[in-house]
C-alpha cells in the first residue's frame, strides 16, 4: 500500500507504544484534572501537533541529522529537558487557594495546546524512534519512500490521538469528584515529580 508492508503488525505496534505512559500522557493527565476533559483534549490535540512536525522531519530525513549528529542531539536533548523541568516544577507549584477561587490554577486553551505541542517537539527520542520504526514498514523499492513515511507517521498519530482522547476522558471521568481536592492537588504535584524525573533522564541521556 503505497509503498508500505505488514501495516497491520505496524498498527499493532503504534498502539503497543501509544498505551506505553510517557512525557504526553503525564501532560494529559495533568491537563485533564485540572481542566476536565476540554484541557485534556486540547493537550491531547497539542501533542498530536508535535508528532506531525516528527513525521515530517523523518519524511524529510531530519532525523538523520540527530542520529548522526552529536552535537545537535545534545542541544535539542537540553532544550527538551529545559522544558520538561519547565512543565515539572510548575506542577509541583501548584497551590490550594482560597475557598472562593477556583481550586486548581488553570491555563488557556492555547496555552495548554502549545505547552503539549513542545513537550512533544522538544524530544529528541520521538523523531529517532520514527527514524527507527518507520523504515521497517518501508518496501526498500517504494517509488516515493518520502510518501510512504507519511502515510505511516499520519496512521501513528492518528491511532495516538485517539488513545490520548481516551486517557483525557478517563482522567477527567476518574476527578470529577475530586476537582479541587487534596487528591488532586497531590496528583498533579505527583505528576509534576515525575516531569522532574523525565527531564533529569533525559538531560543524563546518551545518544
Given amino acids: 500500500m503505497l509503498g508500505t508492508h505488514d501495516l497491520w503488525l505496524f498498527v499493532l505496534s503504534g498502539l503497543l507504544l501509544n498505551v ?3 512525557p504526553d500522557t503525564l501532560y494529559i493527565v495533568a491537563r485533564s484534572t ?3 476533559f476540554r484541557g485534556g ?6 501533542i498530536g501537533a508535535g508528532t506531525l512536525v ?15 549528529s552529536a552535537s545537535a542531539f545534545t542541544l535539542v536533548k537540553f532544550a527538551g529537558a ?14 490550594a487557594p482560597a475557598q472562593d477561587a477556583p481550586r486548581i490554577e488553570r491555563a488557556p486553551l492555547q496555552a495548554v495546546f502549545m505547552q503539549g505541542f513542545l513537550t512533544n517537539v522538544l ?25 510512504a513515511f507519511l502515510l505511516l507517521g499520519v496512521i501513528f498519530d492518528v491511532n495516538g490521538t485517539l488513545w490520548n482522547l481516551l486517557v483525557a ?12 481536592s ?3 492537588l497531590w496528583l498533579n504535584r505527583s505528576i509534576g515529580a515525575l516531569f522532574v524525573y523525565l527531564a533529569a533522564r533525559l538531560a543524563l541521556s546518551r545518544q
Avoid at 483534549?41 to 497539542?46: C, D, H, I, S, T
Avoid at 523541568?85 to 497551590?95: F, I
Fill in 169 to 180: 476522558w478517563s482522567a477527567a471521568r476518574v476527578t470529577r469528584g475530586l476537582a479541587g
Fill in 34 to 36: 485540572t481542566q476536565g
Fill in 20 to 22: 506505553t505512559p510517557g
Fill in 41 to 46: 483534549a486540547v493537550a491531547a490535540m497539542g
Fill in 82 to 95: 529545559i522544558y520538561l523541568l519547565y512543565v515539572g516544577v510548575s506542577l509541583l507549584r501548584s497551590r
Fill in 182 to 184: 487534596p487528591v488532586t
Fill in 123 to 147: 524530544n529528541p527520542k520521538v523523531a529517532l524512534f520514527f527514524l527507527a520504526l518507520l523504515p521497517q514498514f518501508v518496501d526498500a523499492d517504494a517509488p516515493n519512500k518520502p510518501l
Fill in 54 to 68: 516528527h513525521i515530517l522531519a523523518a519524511a524529510l530525513g531530519l532525523s538523520a541529522i540527530l542520529a548522526a
